[in-house]
């Protein structure tokens, strides 16, 4: 084997000079030599005649056979031009850019990491250090994104639908925002920060040219992304996101009542049995008794109704129908929440514009009108966001993509055990996103 790796180093222009072999502890030494003339140079100034000037030492770590890695001592020139008398350095032919590995071990590192391996479990792997391996995957990825985007440019492709949502990079809210092709499924932009001007960076480092064609916009209401969608692209057609609006009603309003309802029951069954002390009559005594676990069963059945309640109605079992019935049946303001709920989810289906915008006027003047704070509340908030819903029956898109990508962008971490680098990091997700890279 080694005979083949002395051929290929004096292709190179250098000599293997020494092989020292290590059999107890890796690893093996290999000392080169340069064997290139200095009438092989010309000054990178003048063009003139060079000499040599004097030498160098560098030190290389390089893989042959995987966990034995081998280090490489390389001796070569410095020249001087005899005209201008500018100096400088050979270049060592099988260093890989900006590293202290060669080519060879860059090649081993590419090939573990595109088998899925971690850069921790790369670094075990070969012995080269972390921040090396690391260095090598950017530029793999910087190469891959580079060369889509260009293959993008050359088809003339520009998105038409976008999904913006944020997702946390650390515990303790600090978050990034990403931009999803909704066709394509790739993120084009990775920013940190969730606030407008965090945003606003999208469309400062995004060309114009490349968002003319944009119709509509997906994203959530908890942000302020819509302020600048409308300035920037105001043919685009906002439009919000259906899970985060059912997902927020399920929360701030049949959450919120249904647990209204269960302290009622709760305190129902404290007052009836703090009024037993008081009674000394055995049968009324047995009655209330009866009436506060009535109570009491009845608070413990409305605390484990939460999901009842949210899944749609078609879904669910026999016994749980029959449990939604009496508790609808018997909690007025729940019915009338579960029934929003369900015509809400109607209005989402709904794909005529007219249509869409008579029904979601409907359900928010009936919501407002309906006497139940929690949802009165959601309705006032809602409401300004009308135009938004209106347009999920012109272009129904979402969010979904985006926030399954999201998982994808936590499994990453986890891996990773977290990331310091954040424009590595970044990076790292577009490139997960890419169409022909597997997770």
Known sequence: MFKIIENWFNCQGVSLENVIFNEKSYPTVLELKSTRRSEDFRCPVCGGHVHIHDAFKSRLKTIFIPEKPAVIKFSGHRFRCSECGETFTEKTPFKYPGSRITTFAAQWIQALLSKGLSISAAQKLTGIHWDTIRTVQKDVMDKALTERRQALRGKDYKPTFLAVDEFAIYKGHRYATCVMDLETGELIWVGKGRAKKDFAKF????????LSEVKAVAMDMNAAYNVLVEEHLPKAKIVYDRYHMQAQFGRDVLGVVRLEEARKHQNSSKALKSSLNE?????????IKEKAQAEQRAYNKLKKARWTLLMNADKLKTARKISLEAILSEHESLAVCYAMKEEMTRLFWL?????AKDGWKRWFE???ASGISALEKFARLKEKRLPGLIAHAVYPINTGKLEGFNNKIKVA???????????YFFTFIRYLSLPFVRS
């Open 279 to 287: 009674i000394s009559d055995k049968a009324e005594k047995k009655d």
């Open 351 to 355: 794909r005529d514009e007219k249509a």
């Open 203 to 210: 469309f400062e480092e995004v060309k114009p040219s490349f």
């Open 366 to 368: 009936a919501a407002k």
């Open 413 to 423: 971490k986890r891996i990773g055990y977290g990331y310091r680098n954040e424009c």
